[in-house]
């Protein structure tokens, strides 16, 4: 036991003698455990965001819609792809499964005003049948969503969003006043409930919700969508299949052909994040690879100079007594605690990093335990991978012709 304390203690006095250039060694192994520590909690905020979004989808929604998430189609497959109708939304209606569904739409990049204000042009518009709200989860805090006479009759009502709310009528009740919309006037019937908005913006605030009979008169047709309400959470999955092969049906799709169709739900939403979050995991990985790389040739580098520095301290240590496994271990353990302090400094800067996202977007970071132990372990391993060679070349020195060097 004293023998590994006076070990561990000459190996910390080489840190302590020579600082900067230990320092500077440690940049690789820094930067790679940085990376991995910083990129998991950000990915596990994102994680957290993604799933919380999610929530507000409900458990038992779903949506079919023309296009997929998740990358461009070529030009021949956007073309394949038919645009959902008003058909299609009454016999998704008709289906035993389905308790109600709804038509939607929305256009982004908006300007609203009032008398006194005007909003940027950034509102996203969201319109949509009466269903909308029901199948979207989406809850109305003040006054009351627009009612199925105000839809079929095309009046212009309006429910706002609350930072919407908060631009026009500062410090007033916004349900009964009036807005404009691409030069029209709208009445607020209502204001949504606040929402929060994903990696920290507020673009599920910052909204305004209209029937979809009054959005085609000033927008036009333009790529409808339809939420889905299954019958119960449990009946989900069998709903969405009916659904599915309606739709098939309805676009004479044959049996070996692929969907032009997708279905949107919390479990397809969930695997696109999955399968982003492993290639962004991935390229962290192999970012953190190299930077160890570089961080364990600078330990070799080190410690062969640590070796050559001490020829004389070596040999009057093998002169005194010391085995070649004393003298093994006192270097690869210098080498192990050089990359070990760098894995620490990178885990705490990590931490921090993840911290400072947590402030800067608004992301529920949170750096998993297997990060951290993860960082310090390859550290570690780095630090003995490269610091054997040194520490088994001080182990064979001829102790007589070490204490003649200068």
Same mark, same amino acid.
């Given at each position: ?72 189609? /070529? ?18 209606? &008709?289906?035993?499964? $389905? ?12 300007? $609203? /005003?009032?008398?006194?204000? &005007? ?30 006479? &105000? ?22 009740? =916004? ?57 119960? !959470? ?23 052909? *692929?969907?032009?169709?997708? @279905?949107?739900?919390?479990?397809? !939403?969930? *695997? ?14 192999? $970012? ?46 210098? !080498? @192990? $605690? ?15 990093? !993840? ?36 520490? =088994? ?6 102790? @007589? &012709? ?5």
């Amino acid at each position: 036991m004293m023998a590994l304390w006076d070990t561990l203690r000459l190996a910390f006095g080489t840190f302590v003698s020579n600082p900067l250039r230990s320092f500077l060694t440690l940049l690789g192994i820094v930067i790679g455990a940085t990376t991995v520590v910083a990129m998991m909690g950000i990915i596990q905020g994102l994680r957290n965001q993604v799933n919380e979004s999610l929530s507000d989808l409900g458990p038992d929604c779903f949506q079919v819609q023309r296009l997929p998430f998740g990358g461009p189609l /070529s030009p021949a497959e956007l073309a394949r792809r038919p645009r959902l109708s008003d058909d299609d939304l009454r016999a998704i209606r &008709e289906q035993p499964l $389905v308790l109600r569904a709804a038509a939607e739409d929305s256009k982004g990049g908006v300007k $609203v /005003s009032t008398a006194q204000r &005007e909003s940027r042009a950034s509102v996203n518009i969201w319109a949509g049948s009466p269903e909308y709200f029901q199948t979207n989860s989406v809850t109305v805090e003040n006054g009351r969503a627009f009612t199925d006479t &105000e839809y079929m009759d095309g009046r212009r009502v309006v429910v706002i969003g609350p930072d919407l709310a908060d631009t026009l009528f500062p410090g007033l009740e =916004a349900v009964g006043q009036s807005v404009r919309i691409q030069g029209r006037s709208f009445l607020v019937v209502g204001t949504l409930k606040r929402r929060g908005g994903f990696l920290g913006g507020g673009g599920q605030d910052n909204n305004v919700m209209m029937p979809l009979t009054v959005f085609r008169q000033l927008f036009g047709a333009r790529d409808l969508r339809v939420s889905i309400q299954a019958r119960s !959470a449990e009946l989900l999955p069998r709903a969405q299949d009916e659904v599915t092969m309606l739709m098939r049906r309805r676009h004479a799709l044959k049996p070996h052909e *692929e969907d032009d169709f997708f @279905v949107y739900s919390n479990e397809s !939403a969930t *695997e696109m994040f999955n399968n982003i979050s492993t290639v962004i995991s991935v390229a962290s990985f192999g $970012v953190c690879l190299l930077s160890l790389l570089v961080g364990g040739i600078g330990i070799l580098n080190i410690m062969l100079v640590a070796v050559t520095e001490r020829t004389r301290e070596i040999g009057i240590r093998k002169a005194l007594g010391a085995k070649k496994r004393r003298i093994l271990a006192q270097f690869a353990l210098e !080498a @192990v $605690v050089l990359s070990l302090v760098g894995g620490v400094l990178g885990v705490a800067l990590g931490v921090a990093l !993840a911290h400072l996202a947590r402030w800067v977007m608004g992301l529920p970071t949170e750096v998993p335990g297997w990060a951290v132990a993860l960082s310090l372990a390859m550290s570690c391993g780095v630090g003995l991978g490269f610091g054997i060679y040194p520490a =088994a070349r001080a182990a064979k020195l001829d102790p @007589v &012709e070490a204490m003649r060097t200068e």
